[in-house]
């Protein structure tokens, strides 16, 4: 104890709690430095305790344990007066007392500095209230409260509070704070990704990755030319070979089939094959490089991600991964404008999709990373990076299963052929297109307007070897003569030609001009040029299928015979019609075979007239010309070929008489898909009988004379049995070959026309012929032409089955004689007084002269034929004693002796004989080749 004297009544004033003010006022300034500063609250109390402390140790009063506070409190000891707070963080065995030396077992009083209730001091031990304790003492005395100490600092250690955290660990969460921000993350994850896909829709595909070309091929499949914005052509998956899609799955996604659509992964892994130099790579699988192709566009945006994202999850859906990477590999590009790996395939290797090998293959899949970096062609500078991607993609192949090893090992790089300029409709492709397009609206199979938006593949009947031969032929006979420069006519030359199978009527080959983005209009298809001549066999076939007879009642046959006088007024009908021969020449009488070896317009219209001109007309259309075409009139001129059907026609027309009279419909589409898909159905085409086999046969074999004997002879070169006919124009504006083989019917025309003007011009001077006619250049084409498409295949001759009586000789009319005259009965000639007759009758066509007069001539009328028309005359009278009356054939006397063939004159008055003219009893058979040439 210390010897300091106490005072007075210390000891019962250390046994009582603080005033109140004074506690709070320490408790709310301790409670404010825990909230600001975290351990300022334990220092703060510290030091305001060692302040009251050492004011006791000043005044001579020192600290003490509660126990001897307790004995203090009945002894009044001084040492037991100790200030509020002075030791409530001292350690109870550590308080030194007024000297300064530890005194053992002293504890400070607990509450001096803490509001009852509050958290711990800086010991760690839970305050007991002074209250509580004050109670505990004067009840049980200082065990009593220094039980209830040790039960208080027992309870709030049992709560398992943590002392309050100091310094950085304040900084970092709790567990309980991680775990909640984790879960409130979540929460809003998920939220996003339902309302995402809720809001995000699956949108129409964009304009750009349905726009395709329209593709047009030949027959054997092989391209023609493409047209359309967009060089794409959509396949089915079943169209790309297995090793094309291979390919593509191990550039691109090789996990495809069994990953989702969105894969973490896949983004990981091409960050990482980029940083290993293999080619920068998208994060992205195929199903959302498809979404971005399709559906949305190439912008990067954070938006376009987002609607990329949703989508993909979706279409993965809806979709199976076969429909995707069929839609992936029609959108992606390639490079060279090709969109789709149609388009690839054909830009760079020249094939099909479904002919890709691997080693082709993997360079187009290479080329889907970076389509102009990889082109070989374009930048060699770059081979060895494009050949590093090519052999990424074959390693890919190879350890998916999808290339043996060996094969692999063995496989050169395929170089790509050289980029080419797009063609578009340049050559002869612009005119086949524009041709196809007409078709396809004129038989309302397809409107334009829908072909505008592409995606069709029309596959047409042109053989490629056909048309390679028939653009030869033209160039060769006609556009490789020109001088454009020295002879100005030469600037007018065009040429059309088509060629048509006669036995299906399709079209098979076509030349429309020289250059189709230089002369825009299809020569093969235009109507604005007059067919001149190649018109006359349809008289003719017209005149055979309706059984017609000239004026004077002969049938018409290849042997009947026809006054081919120049300018001779045309006979039978209600006009006045008077046609030019070429060249002003007259032919007098001369047999339908050689009028047609010459193409005397004469003859031909008066033809005409006795079929009649709306029979013609009628034929014409059933062989295959449109019945609008213009100037296809029903009067005698039609014969001439005024009208200006197209070349096209023409060939159709042609091909239903070397068919035997079988018209076949002319058609030059064989097949249209649409997306390489859907079949666009074609019109039945049903073959029909337009006119007899008799018709068409014996048509041709007129027309066989024309080539051996006649215009035509330059056709012959071809080296095959042909039959054809030539034809000029007006003023030679035009040149026209008809002509056909059993296996081609080809026709020909060479026009004339201002490139500047657009007007017809005539063709004298050019190529330096002093006339282009139909025996000219156009036979020669057809020739070469010809020749060359049926290279290599059997030759075979026509089939023909000829009208009765077309292969009899028929005597001809008797040209006007010296003594032309009406003859009658009162010309008395002695019958049978001159064996002139009876000579006469002895030749072949006796027969058919007696049988023609009798059936002829058995009229009262007594007039003679017209000596300048060689109009009908009538025979005399059976019975009559006088020599038959003048008439294209005349008659015979009584007896049949000495019928002689009557020509335009009537007999000679008092002769012994019958009728003498060119054709008379003194002329033999003179008379008979009278005017005609030797074949």
């Known amino acids: 104890m210390s010897d300091e004297p106490q005072q007075p009544n210390q000891g019962v004033a250390d046994h009582q709690p603080p005033a109140a003010p004074e506690t709070r006022g320490e408790a709310e300034s301790g409670t404010e430095s825990e909230t600001e500063s975290g351990t300022e609250s334990g220092t703060r109390s510290e030091a305001e305790n060692e302040a009251r402390g050492e004011t006791a140790t000043a005044t001579g009063s020192a600290p003490m344990s509660r126990t001897a506070n307790a004995t203090g409190s009945a002894t009044g000891s001084a040492a037991a007066n100790e200030p509020p707070g002075r030791t409530a963080d001292a350690t109870p065995d550590q308080t030194p007392n007024a000297t300064g030396n530890a005194t053992p077992n002293q504890r400070v009083y607990p509450a001096a500095n803490t509001t009852p209730g509050r958290t711990p001091n800086a010991s760690g031990s839970a305050p007991m209230s002074p209250t509580a304790y004050a109670t505990a003492n004067a009840a049980g005395g200082p065990a009593a409260a220094e039980a209830g100490i040790a039960t208080a600092d027992a309870a709030a250690g049992g709560k398992g509070k943590r002392p309050r955290r100091t310094g950085w660990r304040r900084a970092l969460p709790t567990w309980r704070m991680v775990l909640g921000g984790f879960l409130t993350a979540m929460l809003l994850v998920i939220g996003a990704f339902l309302l995402g896909y809720s809001m995000v829709k699956i949108p129409p595909a964009n304009a750009m990755a349905v726009k395709q070309a329209n593709v047009y091929l030949y027959a054997d499949g092989s391209e023609i030319a493409r047209d359309g914005e967009i060089n794409r052509e959509n396949v089915s998956l079943a169209q790309v070979s297995k090793d094309a899609q291979h390919a593509v799955l191990a550039a691109e996604d090789r996990d495809f089939y069994t990953e989702p ?52 999850i979706k279409l993965d859906r809806t979709q199976s991964k076969d429909e995707i990477l069929q839609g992936y590999l029609n959108t992606s590009y390639f490079g060279r404008n090709a969109y789709g790996i149609q388009a690839a395939a054909q830009a760079y290797y020249g094939v099909k999709a479904n002919d890709l090998d691997p080693a082709r293959a993997a360079y187009l899949a290479a080329l889907v990373n970076a389509p102009s970096e990889f082109d070989v062609v374009a930048h060699p500078e770059n081979k060895s990076v494009a050949l590093a991607r090519w052999n990424y993609v074959l390693d890919g192949m190879v350890k998916k299963g999808w290339l043996p090893a060996s094969q692999r090992a063995g496989m050169k790089f395929p170089m790509p052929k050289d980029a080419t300029a797009p063609t578009g409709m340049s050559g002869q492709r612009g005119y086949i297109v524009r041709a196809v397009k007409d078709y396809l609206a004129t038989n309302k199979i397809l409107e334009e307007s829908q072909l505008d938006a592409g995606g069709y593949q029309i596959t047409t009947t042109l053989q490629k070897r056909n048309q390679d031969a028939l653009v030869k032929a033209v160039d060769d006979q006609v556009m490789n003569k020109l001088d454009r420069k020295n002879r100005k006519v030469d600037n007018y030359v065009r ?7 006669p036995k299906t009527g399709e079209l098979v080959a076509m030349y429309g001009g020289i250059d189709y983005v230089k002369q825009y209009t299809n020569n093969a298809t235009r109507r604005d040029f007059q067919v001149g001549s190649t018109f006359k066999p349809f008289v003719f076939t017209s005149a055979v299928q309706n059984g017609s007879a000239t004026q004077d009642g002969r049938p018409i046959t290849p042997n009947t015979y026809y006054d081919g006088t120049n300018k001779r007024p045309v006979q039978g009908w209600g006009g006045s019609y008077a046609p030019e021969n070429e060249d002003q020449r007259s032919y007098g009488n001369i047999t339908v075979r050689e009028a047609t070896d010459k193409s005397v317009n004469s003859v031909y219209a008066q033809m005409a007239a006795d079929v009649g001109s709306d029979k013609v007309k009628d034929t014409a259309v059933a062989l295959g010309l449109p019945a609008d075409t213009k100037d296809l009139t029903a009067t005698p001129s039609i014969a001439l070929g005024v009208a200006t059907a197209s070349v096209v026609d023409m060939a159709d027309a042609y091909a239903t008489v070397a068919n035997h009279g079988k018209h076949a419909p002319f058609t030059m589409i064989k097949k249209i898909t649409k997306d390489g898909a859907d079949t666009i159905e074609l019109p039945k085409r049903t073959e029909s009988q337009a006119v007899s086999r008799e018709a068409a046969d014996t048509t041709t074999s007129i027309l066989r004379s024309v080539v051996q004997n006649g215009t035509a002879t330059a056709a012959q070169a071809a080296g095959r049995p042909a039959a054809g006919k030539t034809g000029t124009a007006e003023e030679d504006r035009a040149a026209w070959f008809a002509g056909y083989t059993p296996e081609l019917a080809t026709v020909v025309s060479v026009m004339g026309q201002d490139p500047d003007t657009a007007g017809h011009e005539s063709l004298y001077g050019a190529m330096g012929l002093a006339r282009v006619n139909g025996g000219g250049p156009p036979a020669q084409i057809w020739a070469q032409y010809t020749g060359d498409a049926l290279k290599n295949t059997p030759v075979t001759d026509f089939d023909l089955q000829l009208q009765p009586g077309a292969d009899q000789i028929q005597p001809p009319p008797s040209e006007p004689g010296d003594n032309p005259g009406g003859g009658g009965p009162d010309d008395g000639s002695t019958p049978g007084a001159d064996t002139g007759g009876q000579d006469q009758g002895q030749d072949p066509g006796q027969d058919q002269g007696q049988n023609q007069g009798q059936g002829d001539g058995g009229t009262a009328d007594t007039n003679g034929g017209d000596p300048t028309t060689g109009g009908a005359g009538d025979g005399t009278p059976p019975g009559d004693p006088t020599g038959g009356e003048s008439g294209d054939v005349g008659g015979t006397q009584p007896g049949g002796q000495g019928g002689v063939p009557g020509g335009a004159g009537g007999t000679t008055p008092g002769g012994a004989a019958g009728p003498s003219g060119d054709g008379g009893a003194n002329t033999g058979l003179q008379g008979v080749f009278s005017g005609r040439t030797s074949p």
């Open 495 to 501: 040429a059309g030609a088509a060629s048509v199978d």
């Open 261 to 312: 659509a969105v894969d973490p992964k896949a983004m990981l892994r091409a960050g990482w094959n980029t940083a290993l130099g293999k080619g920068k790579q998208s994060g992205s699988t195929i199903t959302q490089q498809y979404v971005k192709n399709y559906y949305l566009g190439q912008e990067q945006t954070v938006s376009r991600k987002v609607k990329e994202f949703f989508i993909s």
